[in-house]
């Protein structure tokens, strides 16, 4: 049966990193899912329309990871229907031998609650915020409102709402090097493999 690691999070919180770091170390594929609501969000028109004709092309696009693509993923993600066709391509991908790291805010609770291991990555509001104003060379006061108005959204919403799964490890990176978390989140993979 493939390993399959469901890793959690608020934005800018370094699951991104962290997802990546892991299926380089295990040799696993990596499914960033948050581009596939901001893909949704990016090509405007119906949300639904968009998400049924959803192809790889439109995850290549450029344009994906301002904050603009994040606000715009978060409205349509808080649509079940958009949700609903996007369950079968993600747990199809988990699938895949030897294993597969997926990221996102569902991942533990809805997509794969089987998964071997699971991770809820957070960071206090500050420090994320400069992370993600150093990545994209912007102003993190402005990012700091734009980040509290996405996760309070995502938490709030009814459909798969954004939350640890019972069985998440909480990791705490707001006093950690991003490459000391990655250390911590292979040496915990080891343990659940
Ligand atoms: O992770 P990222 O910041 O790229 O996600 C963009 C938005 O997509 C999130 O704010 C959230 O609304 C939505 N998302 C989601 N479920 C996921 C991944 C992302 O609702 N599994």
Redesign the pocket.
């Known amino acids: 049966m493939p390993f399959t690691i469901a890793i959690?999070g608020p934005?800018?919180s370094g699951?991104?990193t962290i997802a990546r770091s892991l299926a380089r170390h295990f040799g696993f594929h990596h499914l960033?899912?948050?581009?596939?609501?901001?893909a949704i969000?990016a090509m405007g028109g119906d949300p639904v329309a968009a998400a049924r004709s959803l192809t790889p092309a439109d995850l290549a696009r450029d344009d994906?990871?301002t904050a603009e693509?994040?606000?715009a993923?978060?409205?349509?993600?808080?649509i079940p229907e958009v949700?609903a066709l996007l369950v079968d391509f993600?747990r199809g991908f988990a699938r895949q031998d030897p294993g597969a790291v997926?990221?996102?805010?569902?991942?533990g609770t809805v997509?794969c609650p089987d998964a071997q291991l699971k991770l809820y990555v957070t960071a206090c509001d500050e420090v994320r915020a400069q992370r993600r104003a150093a990545e994209l060379g912007v102003d993190a006061g402005d990012l700091l409102a734009e980040l509290r108005e996405?996760?309070a959204?995502?938490a709030a919403?009814s459909a798969?709402p954004?939350r640890p799964a019972d069985d998440a490890l909480i990791f705490d990176t707001s006093d950690m090097t991003i490459d000391e978390a990655v250390a911590l989140a292979v040496a915990r993979a080891r343990e659940a493999g």
Do not use: E, F
């Not at 993923?73 to 808080?78: D, H, I």
């Not at 997926?102 to 991942?107: A, H, S």
């Open positions: 959690d934005a800018a699951k991104g960033d899912t948050g581009l596939l609501y901001r969000g994906l990871r693509a994040g606000q993923a978060s409205r349509v993600a808080a949700r993600q997926l990221d996102g805010r569902d991942i997509i996405r996760d959204r995502d919403r798969s954004m």
